[in-house]
């Protein structure tokens, strides 16, 4: 019998852990202290293997099941379900140390600025570059990402700031391998309105 929303919701803690079954391997498995979770039940390589899709209602039955279909795809290909799950998994880790703002924020961190001015860079990073670019990979980048990023700020009146952020990304950090702006000429970081570096 397919489960639905609602006995999952009346299903209370027990003094033991509780399956709660549909056909096709996926239940709601629910702890002694009441937390529930979507889980799939598979077999790859001769042995009974569990995969975990996450706590209920965060991820709902429907993307549970969803879950299941995509995970039953990976096995009908032969791919292990669980493995891939594992592989997605470090290479986000992977992904997010080579970020942007991750590479970023440590070379911030390491400029010997006077405390106050360094938290000015640090804001006008976090308000106006991180939220852009932030979670790409620093390799991936060019210069043209961060001509529109001063853009955005040229458009909103903030020329001073755009220069400064624009000067930080092409003469303060050593990014050219990983950030090039070799390319970008002052003429085409600035327009003329924007005020010269004091």
Known sequence: MPL????????????KPQKLSEAGGLYIYATVAGAKSGRWKYHFGGKEKVLAFGLYPDVSLADARDARDDARRLLRGRIDPGEQKKAAATTAVVDAASSFEAIARELLAARPWVPQYSKKVEEWFANDVFPHIGKLRAADLKASDFLKIARKMEARQAFETAHRVMQNFGQRFDLQERCPLADVSKRQRFRANVPAAG
């Open 4 to 15: 639905t929303d609602l006995a999952i919701r009346r299903a209370k803690p027990a003094e």
